[in-house]
């Protein structure tokens, strides 16, 4: 791996000369891809090093193994066999940085919550995981945008969404989406019977608009007055706006703002991104990964992980784990759960790359 180590020093170096350039940092696209690369070379090379070290203390530990006797050739040979692992442990240290990036790296994410089977319960579920993500959010110290809500009779949310920015936003909520299941007595049972619902969590990338081009040809538009929980009107006017893409049946609805300009423009933002994912996975089905190169498949009618609140238990299916500080998690700790799901992903990929599945 030396040869593959010269390279990113030479990559390095290319880099942070363009970092530099005028013209690069005029354009903030470019400023901020550069930027990204670099932060991603320095972790390699920041491994890199000390393996090219490693590989020259080895050489001269085996020479030095030929050349002395006795208990000498001995603590030298301890030396050989403490250098090998240490090679070993860069090696796949540095194979793990340098698998493909993420396309959707250091995107917003547009993060959406609905209460699924359980009715009520499953309203009230939903808010319960919006505040969770919004806490994670917070710890990380990302922004976060609300799109829209649609509050329940009982104060949950039936369908809630936000967007979220920051470098690895992305990174580490992508594994959230799917059918989330929680166990536990609902506020709306009088015998004190443990229920079972759930919610559906949908993650996207935020597309841009150079990236996703909507001909407006394609597009069938709907203004009507907002409603708030039971159907109640809550404006006078027709600010409300559903959007349908007709090619692919897609609808986006918005009304949380007062002006149709601003409720149409989220609703592109939504739509952009949707349309982005469909592409992706497209692309990805074609090079035959689809969705089993997500954990656990990824789909969203897969149930990831079940939240037993009599136990204080929290169970990601995917990879077999279980935390028992559901409250902890609950409270914006996510980071064990996320953690596994990465070390996951990264040990599928190397198995993969090594046996020459790309």
Not at 191 to 199: D, N
Not at 331 to 337: N, Q
Request: aromatic fraction near 4%.
């Amino acid at each position: 791996m030396l040869e593959q180590v010269d390279a990113l020093e030479a990559e390095y170096a290319e880099v942070e000369a363009r970092l530099a350039d005028p013209e690069v940092i005029g354009d903030p696209d470019r400023l901020r891809d550069a930027g990204r690369r670099f932060k991603k070379l320095n972790e390699m090379i920041a491994v890199g090093r000390p393996l090219r070290e490693a590989y020259g203390d080895l050489e001269a530990a085996h020479e030095l193994v030929e050349l002395a006797d006795g208990p000498e050739r001995d603590q030298f040979r301890l030396e050989v066999g403490s250098l090998e692992l240490e090679i070993d442990r860069l090696e796949e240290e540095l194979r793990g940085l340098l698998l493909p990036a993420d396309p959707n790296d250091g995107r917003p994410v547009i993060l959406e919550v609905r209460g699924a089977e359980g009715g009520e319960e499953a309203n009230l579920f939903a808010r319960d995981l919006h505040d969770m993500y919004l806490a994670f959010a917070a710890g990380h110290g990302w922004s976060v945008e609300p799109l829209m809500a649609r509050d329940s009779d009982m104060g949950g949310f039936s369908e809630v969404m936000v967007l979220v920015k920051g470098e690895d936003a992305w990174t580490r909520l992508k594994y959230e989406g799917g059918v989330h299941r929680v166990q536990r007595v609902p506020v709306t049972e009088s015998q004190g019977r443990i229920h079972t619902s759930s919610a559906t969590v949908s993650v996207l990338p935020e597309a841009d608009e150079v990236e996703v081009c909507i001909d407006d040809n394609d597009l069938h538009i709907d203004v009507y007055r907002a409603s708030g929980p039971g159907g109640q009107s809550v404006n006078t006017t027709d600010s409300a706006v559903r959007i349908t893409h007709k090619p692919t049946g897609l609808v986006v609805s918005m009304q949380d703002e007062k002006s149709q300009l601003q409720n149409k423009a989220k609703a592109l933002r939504v739509l952009r991104s949707r349309l982005l994912q469909i592409e992706q996975d497209r692309q990805q089905s074609e090079a035959s990964e689809a969705r089993r190169g997500q954990v656990g498949g990824g789909g969203r009618s897969e149930k990831i992980r079940t939240y037993n609140f009599k136990e204080n238990r929290v169970t990601d299916h995917r990879i077999g784990l279980t935390l028992h500080r559901l409250d902890r998690i609950l409270a914006g700790d996510l980071d064990e759960v996320v953690d596994g799901l990465l070390a996951d992903e990264r040990a599928r990929h190397l198995s993969r790359s090594a046996n020459g599945g790309g």
